[in-house]
């Protein structure tokens, strides 16, 4: 984002299915640093910025909480995720030596990877069958590594991509915005949170101490969009313990620094440096357009 904080408007989610559509199997397109530049200029990167920046705005002031619209593909995609959730109840962690990359991922991992084109045409109408395949390997993406037994913020990425994928080709529409990001993506931060407690998944591409946070940052940006012009809210407030435990539930921010707070021990200022920084920032809109540059910069 400009450091003058102007930015175009962001694009609005598709609202109508083009008639035609070449679907093909994602591969992996990145592999040396000329590949950044390329994915940078590139009309995938155009649309899953607007994505980001469309669902950035559509969430602005509103809490968890208020009432909005929820159609049939966000209970199917809420179902879907619920399905995940049940898998992990299913597959208990093993009892193994290492404290860390529980291999009971594993058998986790594999049951989605056997499964992800089912659960996604439970999601895709059938005259667009044909995008099943494409649009499963974003979610089988999206829930971290299982050779490593790591996630972090590429596997984020990867679940908005899927999600960009359905506003694409039109399972996903404008009026679904805040369903997207309260329903569908609040409910994947929270089986991503199951997954990383039970499994005791590692950070991947950890800035450790340096960095935002271990494994999320859209809940941020979103969180802090959701914060813009509250009454009493402000940034030095997420570093307060009481504000935290009384607002959370209604902001993703809050969620982010619960959880953070619950996973890790010391100082807030010790383990959670920048964020620590961040609560010194004298408003949202500034913690907002700060984090969307950090995001172009750092993690796509």
């Known amino acids: 984002m400009a450091e003058s904080g102007r930015q175009p408007p962001p694009e ?25 530049g390329k994915w ?7 649309d899953y910025i607007g994505f980001i920046l469309t669902l950035n705005e559509g969430v602005k002031g509103k809490k968890l909480t208020c009432e909005y619209k929820v159609s049939e593909p966000i209970n199917k995609l809420v179902a879907l995720l619920n399905t995940l959730d049940r898998w992990i109840d299913e597959t208990p962690p093993m009892d193994q030596p290492s404290r860390f990359g529980n291999k009971a991922f594993r058998t986790w991992y594999a049951k989605l990877d056997q499964e992800a084109e089912n659960l996604v045409a439970t999601v895709i109408p059938s005259h667009l069958a044909a995008a099943v395949p494409e649009v499963a390997l974003y979610l089988k993406e999206s829930v971290g590594n299982s050779t490593r037994i790591d996630y972090g913020t590429g596997h984020e990425a990867a679940f908005a991509a899927f999600l960009c994928c359905l506003c694409k ?35 991947a591409g950890s800035q450790g101490v340096w960095g935002l946070d271990d494994f999320q940052f859209l809940p941020f940006i979103w969180g802090s969009s959701q ?11 997420f570093v307060d313990e009481k504000a935290v435990n009384e607002n959370h539930k209604d902001y993703m921010f809050l969620e982010c620094i ?20 961040i609560s010194a920032v004298p408003s949202w809109s500034k913690v907002n357009q700060g984090l969307i540059r950090m995001y172009k910069a750092e993690t796509i």
């Open 12 to 36: 609005p989610l598709e609202d109508a299915c083009p008639t035609t559509h070449n679907f093909m199997i994602p591969k992996k397109e990145i592999n040396t640093v000329p590949d950044m």
């Open 40 to 46: 940078k200029r590139s009309q995938a990167y155009a």
């Open 169 to 203: 080709i039109g399972v996903l529409r404008v009026d679904d915005q805040i369903a997207i990001v309260f329903k569908v993506f609040n409910r994947y931060l929270e089986v991503m949170r199951k997954l990383q407690k039970t499994y005791r998944m590692e950070p």
């Open 227 to 237: 914060l813009i012009e509250h009454p009493y809210l402000e940034p030095r407030h």
């Open 258 to 277: 619960l959880f953070i707070t619950e996973m890790k021990t010391g100082p807030f200022a010790e383990h959670s440096n920048q964020l620590w920084n």
